[in-house]
């Protein structure tokens, strides 16, 4: 089985901290993503990584940072956490290449910043 | 661009009660097709597929047929339980496009 496992369910952080988010697979995907899913307004795409040390841009990156140094391996950075970041934050990972494929989603790490 | 609509929610049914979900998509290329499931407090799980045109993917009683002729790829079950309640998601991926396209969720809550 597939599994993306991302390394906290809960999260508690002051404003104004640096905030890391880790999420690691174990398939050997290419593709890792990060998503934060807020109440009404479904999941919108921060970061997604197609190699080691690439990245791009989502819909909403900005606030955040990414980084990819190991295949297996994605994190993402609030460089300053704000009480608008408060959210569920979700990583994923697919296979890259050509194949159109599904992407396996890890447990989802609760955010609230104080 | 890629894009994905899904019926809004939240939907309310009774157990055994017959569940539709309707999803229409957009896409440049020709996308693979999902729908995924996240229960509370959970993160998002695939619960069926389906690839090309015509397939129909199936997984815990539901069912989604990709139809390219209106592109669309409705989920149906034919009689729920209080366990399906849940946020369904529609989804596509296009091998031009690294990531997924998602719809917005639909919440259903199953009352016994």
């Known amino acids: 089985d597939v599994k993306v496992t991302q390394s906290s369910r809960y999260l508690v952080k002051r404003t104004g901290e640096k905030v890391f988010l880790e999420c690691v697979q174990d398939?050997?995907?290419?593709?890792m993503f990060w998503y934060r899913q807020d109440p009404g307004l479904g999941l919108r795409l921060i970061y997604f990584s197609y190699d080691v040390k690439m990245k791009e841009k989502g819909d909403i990156p900005e606030g955040y940072s990414v980084s990819r140094e190991k295949k297996e391996r994605f994190s993402l950075i609030l460089e300053s956490a704000s009480t608008n970041q408060t959210s569920m934050y979700l990583c994923a990972s697919s296979f890259g290449g050509v194949r159109a494929t599904e992407a396996f989603f890890g447990q989802g790490t609760r955010l609230t910043v104080v | 661009g890629n894009s994905v609509t899904q019926m809004e929610g939240p939907v309310t049914l009774s157990e055994e009660a017959f569940l539709t979900i309707n999803c229409t998509y957009t896409?440049?290329?020709?996308?693979?097709l999902f729908w995924y499931v996240q229960y509370p407090g959970e993160g998002l799980q695939l619960l069926l597929k389906?690839?090309?045109?015509?397939d129909k993917g199936s997984n815990k009683g539901f069912e989604a047929t990709y139809r390219k002729e209106t592109t669309s790829f409705h989920l149906e079950k034919g009689s729920v339980q209080v366990s399906d309640s849940a946020v369904y998601f529609c989804a596509l991926s296009d091998r031009n496009d690294y990531k997924l396209s998602f719809g917005a969720g639909t919440t259903v809550t199953v009352r016994a």
């Open positions: 896409a440049t290329g020709y996308p693979s």
């Open positions: 389906a690839t090309k045109a015509d």
């Open positions: 398939m050997d995907h290419e593709n």
